[in-house]
């Protein structure tokens, strides 16, 4: 883990992110500091157990601006809190863990699963990724590249 500034990897405004245990390639995240949590789209989400372990099911639209391609996705339930969203309205959300792929760097942190059908991006990278190393530079966008799969 960095330990200075100058060891923090930078990240532009928005990012092409990749979960590979959840088998998603090529997402653009918007970057958000203002966010404590990330967050990725999720809609048709679903609890259910397999054995006595708590999971959950839930679709996503991974294509920015496309929803006519869907996918399936499970991953075993974190946790279930209230978000408060960008207005200030609160929501009950469903919490994964996963690891996240920026730019080649891997980082595991919790997930909060909300529809964001309304919102440009289907995922939000938050304060709980970013402060494991990460810097934000405004300025730049997809200053990591895009994934080479």
């Known amino acids: 883990m960095p330990t200075n500034e100058s060891d923090q990897i930078i990240l532009g405004w928005r990012e092409w992110v990749e979960f ?5 390639d090529n ?4 970057v958000d500091s203002g966010a404590k949590t990330s ?9 259910f ?3 006595d372990t708590p999971w959950v099911r839930f679709k996503l639209h991974p294509i920015q601006d496309n ?10 339930l974190s946790d279930r809190r209230h978000v408060s969203d960008s207005g200030g309205h609160k929501e009950l959300r469903y919490v994964i863990e996963a690891v996240m792929n920026i730019g080649g760097h891997e980082r595991r942190g919790e997930i909060t699963l909300t529809d964001r059908d309304s919102m440009k991006y289907r995922m939000l990278i938050g304060r709980n990724i970013l402060k494991q190393g990460f810097l934000v530079n405004a300025k730049q ?3 990591c590249g895009k994934p080479e799969t």
């Open 20 to 24: 590979p245990e959840l088998e998603i």
């Open 49 to 51: 157990n397999k054995g």
């Open 27 to 30: 997402l653009i995240a918007k």
């Open 141 to 143: 966008s997809f200053a």
């Open 67 to 76: 929803n006519e391609v869907s996918i399936t996705l499970e991953a075993k």
């Open 39 to 47: 967050a990725l789209h999720a809609y048709h989400v679903e609890p």
